[in-house]
T-cell receptor, first 112, second 116 residues
């Protein structure tokens, strides 16, 4: 059974800082790995998807890396803005299992 | 891009009644749909997985007779919370995956259920 852990649980930074969110998973036979953003009381917005054969993906100020052998993914946010404040979730579906297991998320607060 | 529409966004119902939540994939065929539940300040927990035309697979601890899932077409899945109780109050989110999972997973906007 896939276990997904996200560290830290909460993070507060001043505007403009670069930051890293961490995601680890126990079963490396993942099909892909996704990072999501969730605003309070809202659904999820997909940020980045990394196929299992890929090492990283970039979108604007976001960069996600994947190291399957160590069971880790990181989400790097450059030049953080108050609008980045949200909970960030990672999920790692298994190769032969079509469901996703989510981490508990990192609640990010970017202060103006 | 892939879009999943979930309806309603909010619903308040009386204890003992049933509530139906719809999840539609608007521009792709969703061979598999997933239903999640999220309690305040907690992560999403998978409730069940449904494949079009077959019975849903429920996670351990989820009552299949209470949470009825129907995936009658490649674009629609419904979750019915039967005989709802206050402890069923939660945020329910669906997600849909296209063939082969190549498109990743697209989520609905969620449904806030409050049972009074």
């Amino acid at each position: 059974k896939q276990e997904v852990t996200q560290i830290p649980a909460a993070l507060s930074v001043p505007e403009g800082e670069n930051l890293v969110l961490n995601c680890s998973f126990t079963d490396s036979a993942i099909y892909n790995l996704q990072w999501f953003r969730q605003d309070p009381g809202k659904g999820l917005t997909s940020l980045l998807l990394i196929q299992s054969s890929q090492r990283e993906q970039t979108s604007g100020r976001l960069n996600a890396s994947l190291d399957k052998s160590s069971g880790r993914s990181t989400l790097y946010i450059a030049a953080s803005q108050p609008g980045d404040s949200a909970t960030y979730l990672c999920a790692a579906p298994l190769y032969n299992n079509n469901d996703m297991r989510f981490g508990a998320g990192t609640r990010l607060t970017v202060k103006p | 891009g892939a879009v999943v529409s979930q309806h309603p966004s909010r619903v308040i119902c009386k204890s003992g009644t049933s509530v139906k939540i719809e999840c539609r994939s608007l521009d792709f065929q969703a061979t598999t749909m997933f239903w999640y539940r999220q309690f305040p300040k907690q992560s999403l927990m998978l409730m069940a997985t449904s494949n079009e035309g077959s019975k849903a697979t429920y996670e351990q601890g989820v009552e299949k007779d209470k949470f009825l899932i129907n995936h009658a077409s490649l674009t629609l899945s419904t979750l019915t919370v039967t005989s709802a109780h206050p402890e069923d109050s939660s945020f329910y989110i669906c997600s849909a995956s296209g063939r082969g999972g190549l498109y990743g997973y697209t989520f609905g906007s969620g449904t806030r259920l409050t049972v009074v």
